[in-house]
C-alpha cells in the first residue's frame, strides 16, 4: 500500500491494519485514489462493524477458533468497483462500506455455527454479485439494498 502513495503507515504487529490489508487485498487496490476511498470506507463503519471486521479477518484457524471464509469477496468488490467506476469518490465510497458491512453481517450471522476446532463455517457470495449485477444503477444509487440480502451458509 505503502508504494500506492497513500499517505498512511501500516504496522501488521496491529489487528487493525493486518484486517484493513486484508480487504484491500481482496479489492485488488493497486492505486492510491482506490486505497483512499477504501480507507474512507474503512474509517465511516460503525464501530461494531469495524470491530468484527478486525476479529475476524485475524483469525487465522491455528489457535482455538474455526475461521469463517466468506467465498468470492475479491469478485463481489471487483463487480462493485466496476459499477461505480464513473461515479463520484462519494458515490464509490458509500459502495465500498456497504461490501464492508455486508462482510460483517455475514461473519456475525455465521459466528454461532462454529463448533468444534477444524469445522470450517464458509459463506458463498455468489448470489449476491448476480444480485449487484442486476440491481445495476439502483445499487450504484442505494448501496444499502445489500442489507436486504440474505446469507447462506455451507456447514463443511
Not at 487493525?16 to 481482496?26: I, P
Not at 492505486?31 to 462493524?49: I, N
Not at 444503477?137 to 451458509?153: G, H, K
Amino acid at each position: 500500500m505503502t508504494h500506492t502513495g497513500l499517505q498512511k503507515t501500516f504496522d501488521l504487529r496491529e489487528s487493525h491494519d493486518r484486517a484493513f490489508l486484508r480487504l484491500c487485498a481482496m479489492g485488488r487496490v493497486a492505486t492510491k485514489e482506490l486505497g483512499e476511498r477504501f480507507l474512507s470506507a474503512w474509517s465511516q463503519l460503525p464501530y461494531l462493524a469495524y470491530q468484527t471486521l478486525v476479529t475476524e479477518l485475524n483469525i487465522d484457524g491455528l489457535g482455538n477458533e474455526c475461521p469463517i471464509t466468506v467465498y468470492y469477496m475479491s469478485a463481489l468488490f471487483g463487480k462493485v468497483l466496476h459499477l461505480t467506476a464513473d461515479c463520484s469518490e462519494e458515490k464509490q465510497v458509500s459502495a465500498i462500506k456497504s461490501v464492508m458491512m455486508f462482510m460483517s453481517r455475514a461473519y456475525n450471522s455465521n459466528a454461532r455455527h462454529r463448533s468444534a476446532q477444524g469445522v470450517i463455517v464458509e459463506v458463498d457470495v455468489r448470489d449476491l454479485i448476480e444480485f449487484v449485477e442486476i440491481k445495476g444503477a439502483e445499487f450504484v444509487e442505494n448501496p444499502s439494498i445489500l442489507d436486504e440480502c440474505e446469507i447462506e451458509l455451507n456447514e463443511q
